[in-house]
RNA sequence: GCCCACAUAGCUCAGUCGGUAGAGCACAUUCUUGGUAAGAAUGAGGUCAUGGGUUCAAGUCCCAUUGUGGGCUCCA
């Protein structure tokens, strides 16, 4: 975190193993339980059994997650070994266990093809099948640096262990780490463990690389580029066929694909990079929910405000975003001889409304609401869809508050936040509160208050969370939310954030009942996130197939023929005038052609349309989901439809 | 930005050893008027991303540019 007020949702790479032991498990039992899904709440007593059986659940996943980590950490052994077999002059850099399998990192002569990695594959095979050993030895440091002599990244290793170690919060410990090594077959590893005990029990069926990528040396982009090697591993062969089914899966879902093949949105290169075009069923699903969104942000108290795209460099200077967020800055445009940026964030804007004039303590709390276009210069390596982009809609708004109000201003925003992610369909959450870093500004007492705060509305809430200490920004602890799709996926929505940076950057106050001018609490918050990235989201949850109330087309009617054509377009009359967004396909295709058709198209309900229908003033109804619901009166199915449509479905 | 790969019709892709471009789907026209996932025929559609170079000749080989994809703090 680089900046005042960055709060832009990352793409969320479910932390390995080694991120999870940095995060303190702060549940309590009762937030392990996810909230129950609507229709499926048990009663008290199954409430206990739930929870424990879910506990019990959690435990022996973190068995067999071990069991699994010392497999996919041999896995990658045994896949250096057959990478030294083919490249002898090959520099090893490090080799970890990941989420659902593991990667190795090697500097070699030339870049890697398919080919070769088909090849190390049956060598791994090959090792595998002999079954050798793991054996563990400790080293003294000299021992190991004779050891690895050739090896530059491992004598950095042995470097680092020893000048001290890490325990396993990431902490600096004093005591200096025992250094030790795994011997295996031919190849020796400069490692921890643990292992398996021999390669028999990797099984050869349960594993497949995946893929081989450019990687820096650990992560920093001057140093030299190394080429990693993913893999997958897995006990069960039955679970790496799953897990490939899953990616399968995922690669239906991408919001890439169906953006294309439902014509929801585009990229332009002559546009630019990163830059979305919104097309127009893609439009009016945003205008339903922006829509949504906005009645809910009136009825909950927010004011409405509108604020311009640039503003001149002093502004950005105050706010000190010249200073932290410029490499995230589109460069300036020079006007009368002043220089003007485009903004990448909304709350310098805000905040000046706030200053306009002298504020009162009565008149606070204040929410100002504004679906925020801001522009933001990304690396052009990570752009992604409309996942990652440069220019984007957020859903922002800031919160100022007197210190009496701003535990009840944390709640309410929480519960609010909940309701709007529950209302798109999102069931799943986990919530990831960070909290204050070594270096902060503002008062100690303030991050203590605001922290407490946000951790018994988590409590009060009732939503699974984690604590990330120390891992907020330097201007405010937060709550970011993240959401399970479909698949299991998490994704980072929502955020609410304090800023204890910005009043005091710009000064803000009010007149509190003393007299006396105060500092304001300022909390920033995005529940969607941005526009762009909540789409992206919900394309690849709904897989396409859109909740009938954001649905472009909400049924399409299918006259079998033509004279059926007449009767079809006064149903649609019908459907329009009860609020409906219906079509009718008059093409002269056969009836299964359209079938097939709307049912790419992912339309909830298709409404066939011949003889019978006519004569009882019906339609035949198949959903999208292949069931069909046989003949219902029209009247019968708009009512059907819009109850749909009420519960959000 | 960096590493690797890729860029051919609206979409998905083929194009052999360098010899002036192909399929399926979609689209248009015509025929077909049908009961729950593709009826048929015909037709139109391409400066092979852009710019250079090599060559008698480049979609194909080389270089650069642009864009896209997979990765790039999970510590031995």
Known sequence: MKTTCEWKPEISKESGSFRYQRIKMMNNASSIWVEPRVNSSPHVGEFFLLKEKQMANKLNESMADE?????????AHVMAQAVLDLFPTAKFAIGPAIENGFYYDFDLPRPLSAEDLEQIESRMKEIIKQRHTFEKQVVSAEEAKQLFKDQPYKIELIEGLEQGGFDEHGDPIEEKPEISIYKSDTFIDLCRGPHVDHMGQINPKGFKLMSVAGAYWRG????????????????????????????????????RRLGKDLDLFSINDEIGPGLILWHPKMGLMRKLAEHFCDEEHMKAGYDFVYTPHIGKASLWETSGHLGFYKENMYAPIEVDGQEYYLKPMNCPFHVHIYKSRIRSYKELPMRFAENGTVYRYERSGVLHGMLRVRGLTQDDAHHFCVPEQMPDEIDFVLNFSLHILRSFGFVDFNAYLSTRPEKFVGEVSRWEDAEEALELALQRADIPYQVDDGGGAFYGPKIDIKVKDALGREWQLSTIQFDFNLPERFDMTYVGEDGQTHRPYMIHRALLGAYERFFGTLIEHFGGAFPVWLSPVQAILIPIADRHNDYAHNVAEKMKAAGLRVQVDDRTDRMNAKIRDAQNQKIPYMLVIGDQEIEADSVAVRKRSGENLGAIETAAFIEMINNDIAEKK
């Open 220 to 255: 920093d982009e001057k140093r030299p580029m190394l080429q990693r090697i993913y893999g997958t591993a897995w006990s069960d062969p039955k679970d790496l066929k799953e897990y490939l089914w899953k990616i399968e899966e995922a690669k239906k879902r991408d919001h």
């Open 67 to 75: 069991k699994l980590h010392k497999l996919r950490h041999s896995a």
